[in-house]
């Protein structure tokens, strides 16, 4: 755990809650901003492209609407942190569902096979203006999933606002899970170690 005292501060750019848990298991304290952007506006070919420059949109997007001198002047620097994610199934990049339907097609072709996430992490250090980025990828393999799970997931609401519709801690869907090559809080949106990796280079 690190030292919740740290000599600097920590906004973390997202309305995720995942990865505010994500980060508060990692023993920071931080304040929300949430970056309106439209994430159909940007399009890259490549999947980690697509991320970082979703991260990096994020990002601006917060700097436009604060006053970033008050940052410059303070004595402890404040660290921005923005992500993004999405999911990888056959070649094809995913994002959020767009209704119930999709997701029902989305976690069907999870059943009896596999899919891959690919989260960025991009730090921003106010007060110097540095900022560093990078992305993880991820691998997931399923069991077959039952009809009535998904059906069940669908209901509760919880994997149309995820990429993908994927949530692999989901208590529905964890018994499912066959393996996972990387680290469970890659998939749920925060990789700690990266992000851990990031804010040491950030300071």
Sequence with gaps: MEDKSCPFKIILGSSSIARRKILAEMGYEFTLMSADIDEKDIRKENPEDLVMA???????????RGPVGDYIK??????????????????????????????????????????ATVGSVLVTNLKTGFRKGAWDRVEIYFHEIPDEIIEKLIEEGTVLHVAGGLIIEHPLIKPYVKQVVGTTDSVMGLPKALTQKLIKEAL
Excluded: M, W
Excluded at 59 to 64: G, K, N, P, S, V
């Design 74 to 115: 303070e004595a402890d620097p404040t660290l921005l942190i923005t992500s993004d994610q999405v999911v990888i199934y056959e070649g094809v990049v995913r994002e959020k569902p767009a209704n119930e339907k999709e997701a029902r097609e989305f976690i069907q072709g999870y059943s009896g096979g596999h899919a």
């Design 54 to 64: 979703l991260a990096e949109a994020k990002a601006e997007a917060i700097l436009h």
